[in-house]
């Protein structure tokens, strides 16, 4: 086969994860062994780099340098929210031709699958080859296909970390804590908080996830009974949870800023836990209810990646480059399971990823709507690894003197 | 000196910190090592465990068990908000009177410390020997006379590397990202969100802590001009931040609840998060805008310590045990900068620390009330020890071909 000569460009979007610089780093170092690639470029601020022409030239940079960029989390090259259209992504393939670019990798989610395959389709028609490879990243762990996407292990532990400290906190000075983590339409962040348990006391002991309806009464029963039998509950909750007619409980109580993607603003504020916290304190009397909305350091707090993730994240990049300059095919990098646990990688067309998303499977979620299920924790604890460790003290009550 | 027969008492009080738990495990070995020591106990739930007669027999646990509870944050002791009175002290006294306990250690904060003086003073005037030592813990940093106070590292580490990811996902997604940071009356904890910086644009951009007040418009005006020349801007903001009248700005926004200890509730709510973020969206007309409230995870995440916070929190512990096994003394243990870095312990008088807190001194705070100072930047760095990786990449810029 031929070699098709041309530069690589490679670009990030969307919300950064922990291990997004792994993917640009293993996708830029495996395309530098290629001679037929002539120079790596990197856009930056995503797509909207590409039309305003700001690369970066990636062949430049040291190896060390990239490395210690693979360990830091959120976007090297930056981001966007830009979400292309036909016209922007036509301005896309022309920057792409005017560079002689011939390799485009994009790392992101479902919108970034979406715009590689209409950048692809331009290319096509104007009969230029440009190979496209969409990278997968995404906290949310939403995207179609792939067994589970680099970004949401090293979420997952920072969210299991979270509460498994907010547990220690609770059982230290008890009370009602609820912890809002992000979330829109998937609930498989929300319920990484499951791996935080070790005693069959320990919390979270309410998981709430986007895919079941949150009926308010019955989320107060469920904290009533969790409180009457350990004199404390902690509650996990997705930032996207829906009331019964599928609207978000969040966003009846926000401002109502919509993003460039015509959706409501439900991180980077505290009102759903708020709004949480007046349930149970108006309702079930009880004094000591905290709310802490997990925010922006789930996907971006520096120092806590799960092994896995990286090196996964690290591995779709490689092969990217590898699918799309050694058999110069385009479409999207998945992973399939294939043990417990080991994996393989492979190439799904970019129709199939781009634009839809998935929740939660049914069998992950237990049938009251409140918790996860075995199958869940058995598909999520190989993506986390193993947490820092932690213990209660074992030792002997003693025997009261004065009040017998 | 003849020795003092009797057992060994250790509670946990107040807030959880990240490494309360070495300070515990210091005292219990140290102390099992004493053949005059006939038994360790810890009281479960602070001092109310004590009234209640609550223990658990430690010179059973074992040692494997006592490392490991060390290792894991949050009192393992569980811990109470309870203040106790006159008589709540002479209760205290009369429990370990029955028990026979002759040393007896608090971990915790002022309030703890006021504790151990007036169960101190109440022995003596009962004539009966109990050696009291207060054990110094706080992630707020505020006690007086010692240099620091163990738990504090930790949580600045958490805090920097919190705000170093939350730098790196602003950076990658411009607008104006606002955290807010536990600390009511003392802004040590915030100001550690300093370390967070490496490069000269590196955020938090602006810091602001209780020890000097806010105006709303200055805190405009610093905003706008730090947006003006990064296009972006992040901000710290202690949760006791206070107007130029001294009230708290978030208690004008809360319902009021208050502790025990007759304090509002600052902590477990995202209200201030939130008004701060009106405030810049309203006035400034920047339509990005995103709070954060660190919540509780700053003193208890899973996994965030600093190895001095560690070492020291545990030498604390065992100075008690010697301080009042060996010596027959009470006191509060303190620690003392001998050099950059290097310290020692001493014992300081149980009156000299009870009650009283110290907020930042007024080097540590820049001129215009919204950044530390050089002076802080090395009180606090070898508290922290050294944080996670990160890099920018270091690559030249490609030279346009269409828009030139």
């Known amino acids: 086969m031929s070699t098709l000569e041309g530069k690589v460009l490679v670009a990030q979007g969307g919300g950064p994860t922990a291990v997004i610089n792994q993917s640009l780093v293993g996708a830029v170092l495996e395309s530098r062994k290629f001679p037929q690639v002539t120079r790596v470029y990197g856009a930056l601020h ?229 709004l949480l916290s007046a349930w149970v304190k108006n309702n079930l009397k009880i004094k000591r209810v905290r709310a802490d909305t997990l925010g922006y350091l789930q996907r971006s707090f520096l120092g806590c990646v799960s092994e896995v993730d990286q090196f996964e994240a690290r591995e779709v990049g490689e092969k990217a480059a590898q699918y799309a300059i050694w058999h110069r095919l385009d479409g999207s990098v998945a992973i399939r399971r294939t043990g417990d646990y080991s994996v393989e990688y492979f190439l799904t067309p970019l129709d199939t990823v781009a634009r839809e998303s998935r929740g939660m499977p049914p069998e992950y979620i237990n049938e009251a709507g409140n918790d996860v299920t075995d199958a869940f924790r058995n598909y999520i604890r190989p993506l986390v690894g193993s947490l820092p460790q932690m213990a209660r003290i074992a030792a002997p009550e003693v025997a009261r003197i004065l009040k017998k």
């Open 46 to 274: 995503g797509v909207r780099g590409i039309i305003d022409e700001d690369f970066l030239d990636l062949t430049e940079a040291t190896t060390h340098n990239l490395e210690a960029v693979g360990n830091t989390p959120s976007s090297a090259l930056l981001s966007t929210r830009d979400k292309p259209d036909q016209a922007y992504c036509h301005k896309i393939f022309e920057v792409c031709k005017a560079h002689n670019v011939r390799y485009f990798f994009y790392i992101g989610g479902n919108d970034s699958a979406d715009t590689c395959r209409i950048v692809n389709r331009e290319a096509d028609e104007a009969k230029y080859e440009l190979r496209v490879i969409h990278v997968p990243k995404t906290i949310d762990n939403d995207l179609l296909v792939t067994d589970h996407c680099p970004g949401y292990g090293s979420a997952a532990k920072f969210v299991a970390q979270a509460f498994a400290g907010a547990n220690l906190d609770n059982r230290a000075i008890p009370g009602v804590y609820i912890g809002v983590v992000m979330g829109r339409h998937a609930g498989f962040l929300t319920a990484a908080s499951c791996l935080a348990r070790m005693y069959p006391d320990d919390g979270p002991h309410l998981i709430y996830v986007p895919e079941r309806p949150v009926v308010k009464e019955k989320l107060l029963a469920d904290v009533k009974s969790v409180y009457d039998k350990y004199g404390r509950c902690v509650l996990a909750a997705s930032e996207g949870i829906v009331d019964p007619r599928g609207v978000a409980i969040a966003t009846q109580f926000t401002n109502g800023e919509m993003d460039s993607h015509g959706n409501v603003q439900l991180s980077g504020t505290g009102a759903l836990g708020d």
